[in-house]
């Protein structure tokens, strides 16, 4: 009995049996793109935010918009220097 080895593994196997272990083999043995955590997470966080992750081209801001978009994150950063500073004092 002549034993013939799989392409795809090595295996050695009779001419009957190669012929069905090649198709599960081939599925088998398939190369996964590599999982990345933190693609997944950034999804998902947009998605909670109702954002679409688009490398699309992004629409410019008007002045005022930009303006006031620079006026909340100062607002935003000044509360949370506030809430550290409180913090800290309780501590």
């Not at 050695?12 to 090649?22: G, I, Q």
């Not at 966080?45 to 954002?51: D, K, R, S």
Request: net charge positive.
């Amino acid at each position: 009995m002549q034993l013939i080895p799989c392409a795809d593994c090595g295996r050695k196997f009779s001419a009957k049996a190669l012929e069905r272990h090649v198709a599960v083999c081939k599925k088998v043995n398939t190369k996964r793109k590599a999982f990345s955590a933190a693609d997944h997470r950034a999804a998902a966080i947009a998605e909670a935010n109702g954002a679409e992750m688009s490398a699309g081209p992004r629409k410019k801001k008007g002045r005022k918009a930009a303006a006031a978009e620079a006026e909340a994150e100062a607002k935003a950063k000044k509360a949370k220097k506030s809430v550290r500073n409180l913090a800290k004092s309780a501590v």
